[in-house]
């Protein structure tokens, strides 16, 4: 199995990094990120969405769905621009999109691949047997390990631990191409229980667990306060477990903890917004999931009056009003990408042969 999570990715795109410059002509985007809707049907208590002090989030409106008449133009935008790879993700819970078959399977038609991000509540029926056999890969959300503490942690009724290891249990018997992973948050609460979890997953058949850290502020040092008390502890436990669980056919990834990268940013443009953009639920397009529903300093247009290919190739200077030594100085999952492509924008040209 090779590598899943590498910042690296991105210079397999050679020619679209070198058209991320302002002064080069656009290249259609890579990857995009779709939240179609954004009602969930769990409460979960460390959902960046839906917490006060994080700035992600801050502009969402709980009734907004993308139309579908409004999806299917942009699924014929993504086809006709050679957008690459689509995932869905919230806002929401995109499996209670009720067009969210439909939409995957016109993609899949058409040589897009498609993957999700998922709380595994839905995972059942039609869309599941479909994304497992079509889908490149599928990543469920968790930050409980029992019954109780999934009431606790989600405000679920109690039962819903044991129905979404068992939809696991399930999407891995249709044995088919999409990758099932696990992205488990961990937080004051569950972190003594990170051993467990990853024993009851790679038990039956998920693939691939991401271990990572809940984010409660915009602010690098109050993250790492919250987290002082267990952080070595858990990373001990990380450790110790990926030495006796992980193997070829079970890859543990540990992201925890990895505050300090995440936030403070020198830079003043962000060249991952043209390589991986987000439509949101309310129709508007953001600089990336760290900024989606933030109206004054992630919007980067709205598709409520164009289209998505006429936004995206109209006016360049859209992916330029963001600074993040400026606007940025919050969690940013592109950040490490970010670095690397600046990083390799900054070469002399002239003096590229002396390797």
Not at 52 to 61: A, E, F, T, V, W
Not at 233 to 242: C, G, P
Not at 292 to 321: H, I
Request: proline residues 4%.
């Amino acid at each position: 199995m090779g590598q899943l999570y590498s910042s690296m990715k991105i210079f397999h795109f050679k020619d679209k990094i070198d058209s991320t410059p302002a002064q080069q002509p656009i290249q259609a985007p890579i990857h995009l990120r779709i939240k179609p809707t954004n009602f969930c049907n769990h409460n979960c208590r460390y959902c960046a969405y839906r917490m006060d002090s994080l700035q992600l989030g801050k502009d969402m409106r709980i009734r907004d769905s993308i139309p579908h008449d409004k999806m299917r133009e942009i699924v014929t935008d993504i086809i006709d621009m050679g957008v690459k790879a689509v995932t869905f993700s919230g806002g929401g819970e995109p499996f209670c999109y009720p067009y969210l078959l439909e939409t995957v399977k016109r993609l899949h038609e058409n040589g897009v691949k498609f993957a999700s991000l998922s709380n595994g509540a839905l995972l059942t029926g039609e869309i599941a047997e479909f994304f497992a056999a079509n889908g490149h890969w599928l990543r469920v959300s968790m930050d409980g390990w029992s019954d109780d503490s999934y009431t606790e942690l989600r405000g679920v009724k109690s039962g819903e631990f044991t129905k979404i290891m068992g939809n696991l249990e399930h999407f891995v018997r249709y044995n088919g191409f999409c990758r099932l992973g696990v992205s488990f948050i961990i937080n004051a609460i569950n972190h003594s229980h990170v051993p467990e979890i990853l024993e009851q997953l790679r038990d039956r058949g998920v693939r691939s667990v991401k271990v990572t850290a809940c984010v409660v502020s915009n602010q690098a040092e109050e993250n790492r306060a919250y987290h002082a008390p267990f952080c070595q502890a858990t990373v001990d436990a990380i450790h110790e477990a990926t030495a006796r669980l992980a193997g070829p056919d079970f890859e543990i990834f540990n992201d925890y903890p990895n505050h300090d990268t995440l936030f403070q940013k020198k830079y003043t443009w962000c060249p991952y917004q043209q390589i991986l953009a987000v439509v949101a639920a309310d129709l508007g397009v953001y600089s990336c999931q760290d900024k989606a529903y933030n109206l004054e300093n992630g919007l980067l247009g709205s598709l409520r009056e164009q289209s998505l290919k006429e936004f995206w190739f109209k006016d360049k200077k859209a992916f330029f009003r963001i600074n993040p030594s400026r606007d940025c100085q919050h969690h940013c999952t592109a950040n490490a990408k970010n670095l690397a492509i600046h990083d390799y924008l900054s070469v002399d040209r002239d003096h590229l042969e002396f390797v």
